[in-house]
């Protein structure tokens, strides 16, 4: 048997691989194509340009009553910040981050869900309830938008956002900010000048609801998770984040915020109180606290990033 019934015309050969590369070519082009054109939507002045806009905006399964209900005595006479927030504030604060996901990543449920963790860490931040309280403690959240009574400046050295002169870093805004770095931090996202001028957070309900949503969206470190990542479940947790029993949920939330002020700590009442404020809503919102999610709390959490300075909320 000759050698030349199995072998092919150099030329044949060359053409196939033509083809073999022609048809990579294509399919390559086919998906950048693809990728290219992902689609985005817009909402109007709420939600433009972005692929979370083609879920329901946040005004379309939170709506003015609902706030109302959430925080029913915000505007009580014995509140301490009577007539200051309100609904639009914080749905034009959203406007930013809703195309970045905040309230619109994973359909309907889950926003309700993200929206009602985020307003849970600000209720129980801002309020002023108590144990027999009008109403009950949880119907008290944004009775503040500032530290009545500060113990100190919260005036720190430090080479990027040194302190100003006369200016008190004091608890300010819907998830309260401390201390002068992390006015100069959340300065710079926003683009104010919270580090001169940190009062602006008491005195814009819009503002200080942006600089909370920034503060929910961004990591605190690179290579870290937000609180937005953790709860809508964008973040996969390392091995080494297993073993420290962080994992995705409501409850690695408050370890990405607050860290061992709340985490860590057993079952203590710092924790159980934002829990309670987050399932209370939940129940307001009709999604109900059967509903809450894996990983609730971070009662033996370790910490993102152990205290190594005064606390930063």
């Not at 905006?57 to 609902?66: A, C």
């Not at 309700?112 to 027999?132: D, R």
């Not at 057993?266 to 009709?286: E, F, K, P």
Request: with cysteine; proline share 5%.
């Amino acid at each position: 048997m000759s050698k030349g019934m199995f072998s092919r015309p150099a030329g044949n050969l060359a053409a196939m691989a033509a083809i073999l590369v022609l048809a990579v070519l294509l399919m390559a082009a086919a998906g950048v194509e693809a990728k290219s054109k992902l689609k985005t939507c817009s909402k109007g002045w709420e939600c433009t340009d972005s692929i979370y806009c083609c879920n329901e905006t946040i005004s379309d399964f939170f709506q003015v009553y609902q706030f109302e209900n959430l925080f029913s005595k915000r505007n009580s006479p014995v509140a301490h910040a009577v007539g200051f927030w309100d609904y639009h504030s914080f749905i034009t604060a959203s406007t930013a981050y809703q195309p970045l996901g905040f309230g619109t990543t994973g359909g309907k449920k889950m926003g309700m869900k993200e929206v009602s963790a985020f307003l849970g860490h600000v209720g129980s931040k801002t309020s002023c309830g108590y144990g027999v309280a009008t109403g009950g403690p949880l119907a008290w959240g944004l009775c503040y938008n500032h530290e009545l009574s500060p113990s100190q400046s919260y005036c720190k050295e430090d080479y990027l956002y040194p302190c100003t002169a006369g200016v008190e870093y004091h608890g300010r805004g819907a998830l309260p900010v401390y201390w002068n770095y992390n006015y100069g931090l959340i300065g710079d996202g926003l683009k104010v000048d919270l580090l001169n001028h940190p009062e602006y957070l008491e005195q814009n309900a819009t503002l200080a609801f942006q600089a909370a949503m920034w503060r929910w969206m961004n990591p605190i470190k690179k290579k870290q998770p937000s609180a937005h990542d953790v709860f809508v479940g964008n973040w996969k947790p390392t091995k080494n984040d297993t073993l420290a029993k962080r994992l995705p949920g409501f409850g690695a939330t408050m370890n990405v915020l607050y860290g061992d002020e709340v985490c860590g700590q057993g079952d203590v009442d710092s924790m159980n109180n934002i829990i309670s404020h987050y399932q209370y809503y939940l129940d307001l919102l009709g999604v109900g606290r059967q509903n809450s999610g894996e990983n609730l709390d971070c009662a033996e959490q370790e910490p993102f990033n152990p205290t190594v300075q005064p606390a930063s909320s």
